[in-house]
């Protein structure tokens, strides 16, 4: 499903197209229709599922179409620790990049310019406040807060927030909101803890489980550690080593995606290019091409990772590393179909390993390592378990309590 088919805002949409999201996940196929509609919502989707933006999308689209009070907090998303805040921050900052929506992140491990600047948001109004518990409550005990316009509140992650001892936060939380609101409920598991809050807070949710498919086993997975100087020629490699009936390389970016286009085409590959600048009419002639073997490799945009029947296919190369756990599987599946076999191969480069292993726990399976031949020159070590993103400067103030 395209994400233009859900009505959303012009706006918002916008964003939508900037940050390169076309076809939605299963887990936001289900719930965006049902957060529009104004239903509470337990869910059981883990991270790399898309909860994010299938929450995010719809109180956006409310906040942008429907009245609401701008001296107060007017959507609370509570979450277990400030690395979540930020990185939902961030998401928010893209999407909303064409509206007036207004968001502050709320969690510790900051200096008092920060409070400060929470202060502000939180005493005047802002339209969405992303919180760790334990931070959004020292502002609470402080009297200042504007909650009485509150119309939406979602608990993401719910699992790890009382794992690591949130209840009674998350009740006190609650205790200062509005009774009338939309209550959505996110959590990769289903403990009785989760259902007891469940029935304290939601209201006749709609249940939805998201349980992330797994790849089919006759696919052949391996990844090569590489520099990103060293994906194009390594892609040629690829093809020449073997006579493949057909390929798809997906890249990230439409950027990526001509870049490649271009050198394969260079280089006498029968290849073709689809991604969201060409028209409809260009798409459908590039997929007649490809279907016909008049190409054998296409080189795309996610915009052919869902939704789109092409059969036959013996090869998937990620160009790179999927942004999540369900695109992977979405994208090496147009392969290995039919009961047939099949190869997919993920390059990834040493700030992408992180986000790789995270695929890997999801699928269960560790994807097998290829090795880069000598004549590409060195490689990156292979450390998956490795966070390679931006680290936050430590705060060294004497803490108590749990986490923030």
């Avoid at 936001?28 to 957060?35: A, K, L, Y």
């Avoid at 100087?229 to 892609?235: A, D, F, G, N």
């Avoid at 390059?347 to 031949?373: A, S």
């Amino acid at each position: 499903m395209y994400f233009s088919e859900f009505g959303f805002d012009d706006d918002l949409m916008d964003g939508i197209d900037a940050m390169g999201y076309e076809t939605a996940t299963p887990v936001q196929e289900q719930v965006i229709p049902h957060i529009i509609s104004g239903k509470d919502i337990i869910a059981a989707a883990q991270t790399g599922t898309g909860k994010t933006a299938a929450f995010l999308l719809p109180v956006l689209h409310r906040l942008l179409s429907e009245p609401h009070d701008d001296k107060s907090v007017n959507a609370l998303i509570i979450v277990p620790t400030r690395e979540l805040a930020i990185q939902i921050a961030q998401t928010l900052e893209g999407i909303t990049y064409y509206t007036s929506v207004s968001f502050v992140s709320v969690y510790g491990g900051t200096g008092g310019a920060s409070f400060a600047s929470e202060r502000k948001a939180l005493e005047t109004g802002v339209d969405i406040a992303i919180c760790t518990p334990g931070r959004m409550i020292s502002h609470l005990n402080m009297g200042y807060v504007k909650l009485d316009g509150l119309k939406y509140l979602i608990l993401d992650e719910a699992d790890r927030m009382l794992d690591m001892g949130f209840f009674d936060d998350i009740v006190k939380i609650i205790s200062y909101l509005p009774k009338e609101r939309q209550n959505l409920l996110f959590s990769a598991t289903m403990p009785p803890a989760i259902r007891k809050l469940a029935a304290g807070i939601l209201h006749k949710p709609e249940e939805i489980n998201i349980a992330i498919s797994k790849p089919p086993e006759q696919i052949a997975q391996g990844a090569y550690w590489v520099y990103e100087p060293q994906k194009i020629p390594l892609v040629k490699h690829v093809l020449q080593q073997k006579e493949f009936g057909s390929v798809l390389i997906f890249c990230s970016s439409k950027l990526s995606v001509r870049k490649l286009y271009d050198e394969l085409r260079r280089s006498k590959f029968p290849v073709g290019n689809i991604q969201s600048d060409l028209e409809q009419a260009q798409r459908e002639q590039v997929l007649i091409d490809f279907k016909s073997g008049k190409t054998k490799i296409l080189v795309a945009t996610d915009i052919l990772s869902r939704g789109i029947d092409i059969e036959d296919i013996d090869l998937v190369i990620n160009y790179d590393v999927p942004h999540d756990g369900e695109d992977y599987v979405h994208r090496i599946g147009r392969t290995a179909r039919a009961a047939t076999k099949g190869t997919a191969i993920t390059f990834v480069t040493e700030k992408e390993q992180f986000k790789f292993h995270k695929i890997e726990e999801l699928i269960g399976k560790e994807v097998t390592r290829h090795t880069v031949p000598e004549q590409f020159g060195a490689t990156p070590a292979i450390d998956p378990k490795k966070d390679s993103r931006p680290k936050k400067r430590k705060n060294f103030k004497k803490k108590s309590g749990p986490k923030r």
